[in-house]
């Protein structure tokens, strides 16, 4: 990175400013240069990415269409920023509880790895974590906690989502089970002929978990708990969809068997409470942990 590459980082963080109150000279004013200068940023930048980015009549100036796309990716620069700032900070200043709720489908799926790291670098933070028995978590439920985990976008204002993952699904069994009773085939093998078993709920937000199910001929075991279900698999009762993650659990994903299921994951806080540094640290946390999945 060199001094133009500076030039046009600063450049499009402006052009956000731009967008924001239509004008030049408050742009200018926000990064303490000359209007003159902020002119030469924004020639530089027009020159590099080949087309206008900006428009002006008598009324100010206004970001052109293919220009807002610059204005996103200068969000994406403010996030990386407040992340450094973050990281700059004394960790053991920041401190307090954090309420972090979500399903038990979430919670047995989302195991807290590496926590001893989060620990050593905020001592001070006391996590609480809520587990409904619920199949998800409605949005009056979220406003009793400062995080949440869920399988919904939320609708209101107050609420942001930060991040979201989609989990891919595949069907699991044990080796136990596959050595007594044989691999399915296909997908018609095995719900005609191999023992299912079945997450209560997951239906709901599965894709195409439901239909399967009502094909399934021989349904063996149901259960509303994740822990559970995993225990009857490892123990060679049936086969079941479980996340792609548990091929590092001892069990066999049947990959010969297409599976077009998913669920994705949605990290939640409230709009005014996202950038509180106790709330930004185990954000943070999960973020890593669903990206991990």
């Not at 009549?57 to 996030?79: F, H, M, P």
């Not at 006391?126 to 978590?137: E, G, N």
């Not at 989990?167 to 089970?177: K, L």
């Not at 994951?265 to 640290?281: D, G, Q």
Request: contains cysteine.
């Amino acid at each position: 990175m060199n001094r133009k590459d500076l030039d046009l980082i600063e450049a499009i963080c402006a052009l956000k400013v731009i967008n924001k109150c239509f004008g030049k000279r408050q742009a200018a004013l926000d990064f303490g240069i000359s209007v003159d200068t902020l002119n030469k940023y924004l020639d530089n930048l027009e020159s590099e990415v080949g087309y206008k980015v900006l428009s002006s009549n008598g009324r100010g100036s206004y970001v052109t269409s293919r220009g807002e796309n610059l204005v996103e990716k200068a969000a994406a620069i403010e996030q990386i920023l407040a992340s450094l700032k973050e990281d700059f900070s004394d960790k053991k200043d920041i401190s307090g509880e954090v309420r972090v709720g979500m399903p038990l489908i979430i919670s047995a799926n989302l195991l807290p790895k590496d926590i001893d790291e989060f620990y050593v670098r905020y001592p001070n933070i006391s996590l609480t974590s809520i587990v409904a028995m619920d199949a998800d978590i409605n949005e009056s439920r979220i406003s009793n906690v400062d995080v949440a985990l869920t399988f919904q976008t939320p609708c209101s204002p107050d609420l942001v989502v930060i991040h979201s993952k989609k989990i891919e699904i595949g069907f699991f069994a044990s080796p136990q089970y596959l050595s007594r009773y044989g691999y399915p085939m296909d997908l018609e093998d095995l719900l005609n002929n191999h023992r299912i078993v079945h997450k209560m709920g997951s239906e709901k937000y599965v894709k195409g978990w439901g239909e399967c199910l009502k094909r399934a001929k021989h349904k063996c075991y149901s259960s509303n708990s994740s822990l559970s279900l995993y225990e009857v698999l490892r123990n060679g009762i049936g086969v079941g969809l479980m996340p792609l993650r548990f091929k590092d659990e001892g069990m066999v994903c049947l990959d010969n068997i297409k599976c077009e299921s998913s669920v994705v994951f949605y990290l939640v806080t409230h709009t005014n409470s996202k950038n509180i540094p106790k709330v930004r640290a185990v954000l943070n946390y999960y973020k890593e942990l669903l990206d991990n999945m």
